[in-house]
């Protein structure tokens, strides 16, 4: 069993809205960890998108937070991003994380990633 | 934003060899230190944090040190398994921001 697993569709059109969903295994996402999004242009380094707790408290990249919205299922054990307004820019492996309080906020498990390429 | 800064970007080293990477943060961070191992095609591993912390299951030839603005990660004798791209990732304020990566090769 995976613990994290993002899903979503890897083609999006420019303008349109990227939605993924990390669907969590294993864990409660209503218990003491937080959950974030992060991101990996081809060939580029790492990105932080944006982190939910379990409080319901969101945070964003200042660079995406008027594009982004991070919410939560509990019902479904899973967490979501919406991207509006794609354009080429966002083309990147997404990958979903666990933070740990425990672990000074450090994304200790992480999804597998998913690719999301922004085309027309 | 609190930018992270490594060195060296690329590193060519011999298996055995013991390897230093450094990260400076543009502000101090404290001891909100984190290192990630990522390998090809694949999503980066937590290694340490806290910046001298081993997360579970991480062998012991990885150490980190340091505290503030600047802080090394050290791996003692390089094994096979090791060549792979290094961040560093400051999780003391958001927005999150990590280093630009450091690639360790075979020499």
């Known amino acids: 069993q995976v613990p994290l697993q993002e899903s979503g569709p890897g083609l999006v059109r420019p303008s349109e809205t990227l939605s993924l969903t990390c669907t969590v295994s294993?864990?409660?996402?209503?218990?003491?960890?937080?959950w974030g999004w992060i991101r990996q242009p081809p060939g580029k380094g790492l990105e932080w998108i944006g982190s939910?707790?379990?409080?319901?408290?969101?945070y964003s990249n200042p660079s995406l937070e008027s594009r982004l919205t991070i919410s939560v299922d509990t019902s479904k054990n899973h967490f979501s991003l919406k991207l509006s307004s794609v354009t080429a820019a966002d083309t990147a492996l997404y990958y979903c994380?666990?933070?740990?309080?425990?672990?000074?906020?450090?994304?200790?498990?992480w999804g597998q990633g998913t690719m999301v390429t922004v085309s027309s | 934003d609190i930018q992270m800064t490594q060195s060296p970007s690329s590193l060519s080293a011999s298996v055995g060899d013991r390897v230093t990477i450094t990260c400076r943060a543009s502000q101090s961070i404290r001891s909100y230190l984190n290192w990630y191992q990522q390998k090809p095609g694949k999503a980066p591993n937590l290694l340490i944090y806290?910046?001298?912390t081993l997360h579970s299951g991480v062998p012991s030839r990885f150490s980190g040190s340091g505290s503030g603005t600047d802080f090394t990660l050290t791996i003692s004798s390089l094994q096979p398994e090791d060549f792979a791209t290094y961040y560093c990732q400051q999780s003391y304020s958001t927005p999150r921001t990590f280093g630009q990566g450091t690639r360790l090769e075979i020499k």
């Open positions: 806290a910046a001298s």
């Open positions: 294993g864990y409660s996402i209503n218990s003491v960890y937080y």
């Open positions: 939910i707790y379990h409080s319901g408290s969101t």
């Open positions: 994380a666990r933070g740990g309080f425990g672990s000074y906020h450090a994304f200790d498990i």
